[in-house]
């Protein structure tokens, strides 16, 4: 009965057999990969083609760029001409400051002469614009404003216990408003009112003057004639 049994090792050693004859037959078999490479090939580009790809892709890129620096010189251009011509100081911006300076609402130093005002606004801005003299008027308080970054020297006045505030800045820097004019001893104002403020604006000796207070317009350039340089 024994002798019925195939030998276990033999039949490993038959499938063996029969498995490498199958591998052999499979090393031999030609496989055509002409598909498989053209296929690779059309994903990649070559060298020249994918620098030139590059190249293409950049130029947008460096027009925006230069389109942005023209841009900028353009801006920086524009603002540098604005900020070196005179600028015009609104009558509504400048009725603001008169009543700040009254209120306390700036920051003001207490003086009592326009010598002393004309030596704080030195230390305080050197190369300001110089305040003249005003006889009959009571000196209060002193400050520096910035109109549209041109400095402007301001004095708070006490004339028969009115306040009125004095301006002055360079005539290179401000320009007189379209207003209309009146004129006085030869000098030309222009006049200007806002709510029960009065101002009038004129320029003189080089410098740009702007006086505000609630009275009269008559009365401001009274006072106008008799600043001293």
């Keep these: 009965m024994n002798s019925e049994i195939p030998n276990r090792d033999e039949s490993v050693e038959s499938v063996d057999r029969a498995i490498s004859a199958r591998l052999s037959k499979l090393r031999s078999m030609p496989v055509d990969l002409t598909?498989?490479?053209?296929?690779?090939?059309?994903?990649?580009?070559?060298?020249?083609?994918?620098?030139?790809?590059?190249?293409?892709?950049?130029?947008?890129?460096?027009?925006?760029?230069?389109?942005?620096?023209?841009?900028?010189?353009?801006?920086?251009?524009?603002?540098?001409?604005?900020?070196s011509g005179p600028v015009l100081a609104e009558a509504a911006q400048m009725a603001q400051v008169h009543r700040e300076i009254v209120s306390g609402k700036i920051p003001v130093?207490?003086?009592?002469?326009?010598?002393?005002?004309?030596?704080?606004?030195?230390?305080?801005?050197?190369?300001?614009?110089?305040l003249p003299q005003l006889p009959d008027s009571h000196v209060m308080a002193c400050c520096m404003k910035s109109v549209h970054n041109k400095k402007m020297a301001c004095v708070l006045l006490k004339d028969e216990g009115v306040s009125v505030t004095l301006a002055v800045a360079s005539a290179a820097d401000m320009k007189l408003p379209t207003a209309p004019v009146q004129s006085r001893n030869g000098v030309e104002y222009r006049v200007q009112h806002i709510g029960d403020l009065s101002m009038v604006m004129t320029e003189r000796n080089g410098k740009w003057l702007c006086l505000i207070g609630p009275m009269p317009a008559d009365r401001l350039m009274d006072m106008a004639a008799q600043l001293q340089f």
């Design 35 to 83: 598909n498989l490479e053209k296929a690779i090939k059309a994903q990649i580009l070559p060298p020249t083609n994918q620098s030139r790809w590059r190249a293409l892709a950049l130029r947008p890129l460096r027009a925006i760029a230069a389109s942005v620096v023209l841009v900028s010189a353009i801006a920086a251009a524009i603002l540098l001409s604005a900020s």
């Design 109 to 130: 130093t207490q003086v009592s002469s326009i010598n002393a005002a004309n030596h704080m606004l030195d230390q305080e801005a050197p190369g300001a614009p110089s």
